[in-house]
């Protein structure tokens, strides 16, 4: 059964958040500390006053509210999925999927142009915001993409593409291996490449692999923690607000384009879905589940490069893995492309699904 959902936070959790500001016990910092040991305290302070005193909670609900939510439940969890139907009745349906820190909200920018010619099916992941939290072991990337295949099944799409960047881009490849018959290609903004010593590559190719390199050598911190102990750092982010804000703003700070910032409002937006939800445990479990990865992607692959993206795909190593079949490169934009640069992710997305495929 599919049920219309609204967002509807009650007001004892608001005044909750900022009582809970109001007396948050700050640490010390070095004077010369900057961004060496993390994230500065006077930047962090800003953005907790401003989240207590000048950020509007209900005025972004009733933005969101604007939209058509529904749940449904798969696999004894449920599911939130934000609906958006074309003008065109006979359009192509795209499913679009966050990642971490994200959330449906990543998508915001991109719902009205890409709604022109596609249906928008736009879910919460199980675990992250309202459609957490999970309660049993075994939400890997595969399980998703199993129930997004059956949640689209239940919205009468036989045939649709798959969109997502950071885990969202792990989860549409993997719908398109457990539902190859339905997805008729998967775009992707995040495309990790692995080394090859049997590829030879350009210089600039060279570069990009030496990133990969360094960031699977310096795995960054977060990442460590949330895929073995998620639910000790749960603790922490789930009993502090500021806590969870300044685990969630330095990925922002440090994985956007300088050039594409994304506003405090925004992003306080994404903090507060975590907080109100308590899904902080439950969205990192995600890292731990789905260590082991999936299965490799049949199904035809769209890929777009942002210049300031946490690593940049080459392209000859992903051509061994994958049907390649478009291949953009910007030099603007960052990790959350949907929010940096809607309007290049749209007409990208547009691109892939509405020529590319058509002329392959």
Same mark, same amino acid.
């Given at each position: 059964?599919?049920?219309?959902f609204r967002?509807?936070?009650p ?7 900022n009582?809970? +500001?109001?007396? /948050?016990?700050w ?6 500390a900057?961004? =060496?040991?993390g994230? %500065? @305290?006077? #930047? ?8 207590r005193t000048g ?9 969101l509210?604007e ?17 958006v139907?074309?003008p ?5 349906? +795209?499913?679009? /999927?966050?990642g971490?820190p994200?959330s449906f909200?990543?998508?915001? =920018?991109v719902i009205e %142009? @890409?709604? #022109? ?20 072991r ?10 997004w ?11 649709y ?7 969202g881009?792990?989860?549409s490849q993997a719908l398109?291996?457990v ?5 008729v ?18 210089e600039?190719?060279e570069?990009r692999?030496?990133?990969v ?5 310096n ?12 639910q ?11 806590g969870?804000l300044?685990w ?5 700070a440090h994985w ?17 879905l975590y907080?109100?939800?308590?899904t902080?445990?439950s ?8 260590a082991?990865?999936?299965e490799?992607c ?6 777009a490069?942002?210049a300031?993206d946490?690593t ?8 061994q893995?994958?049907?390649i079949r478009?291949w ?8 959350f492309?949907a929010m940096?640069v809607?309007?290049l992710?749209a007409a990208?997305?547009?691109e ?7 002329k392959?």
């Amino acid at each position: 059964m599919i049920e219309p959902f609204r967002v509807d936070i009650p007001q004892a959790d608001i005044d909750d958040l900022n009582d809970r +500001l109001a007396r /948050t016990r700050w640490p010390n910092e070095l004077a010369d500390a900057g961004w =060496d040991y993390g994230f %500065p @305290l006077a #930047r962090l302070k800003e953005l907790a006053e401003y989240w207590r005193t000048g950020y509007d909670w209900r005025a972004h609900e009733a933005n969101l509210n604007e939209l058509a939510h529904f749940t449904t439940e798969i696999d004894s969890q449920r599911i939130h999925f934000v609906h958006v139907r074309s003008p065109k009745p006979d359009a192509l349906a +795209l499913i679009l /999927t966050h990642g971490w820190p994200g959330s449906f909200l990543e998508f915001l =920018d991109v719902i009205e %142009p @890409l709604s #022109r010619d596609f249906h928008l099916v736009i879910p919460s992941i199980p675990g992250y915001g309202f459609s957490g939290p999970t309660s049993e072991r075994g939400w890997d990337i595969t399980r998703v993409a199993r129930a997004w295949a059956e949640l689209m099944r239940r919205l009468g799409y036989e045939r649709y593409g798959a969109q997502g960047g950071d885990f969202g881009s792990g989860i549409s490849q993997a719908l398109g291996a457990v539902a190859p018959d339905n997805v008729v290609g998967v775009h992707v903004n995040y495309l990790p490449t692995r080394p090859n010593p049997d590829i030879e590559l350009s210089e600039a190719d060279e570069a990009r692999l030496g990133k990969v390199k360094q960031l699977m050598a310096n795995r960054p911190p977060y990442q460590a923690l949330q895929a073995t102990t998620p639910q000790t750092i749960g603790y922490a982010l789930t009993d502090s607000p500021v806590g969870q804000l300044a685990w969630i703003a330095e990925r922002f700070a440090h994985w956007t384009d300088p050039r594409s910032p994304i506003s405090d409002d925004r992003m306080l937006t994404d903090v507060s879905l975590y907080w109100l939800t308590a899904t902080a445990a439950s969205s990192a479990r995600l890292h731990r589940e789905s260590a082991r990865g999936a299965e490799p992607c049949p199904v035809p692959l769209g890929v777009a490069v942002f210049a300031h993206d946490i690593t940049q795909s080459v392209r000859p190593l992903a051509e061994q893995l994958y049907d390649i079949r478009h291949w953009s490169e910007f030099d603007r934009g960052g990790h959350f492309a949907a929010m940096e640069v809607p309007d290049l992710l749209a007409a990208d997305i547009r691109e892939f699904f509405l020529n590319s495929l058509e002329k392959s």
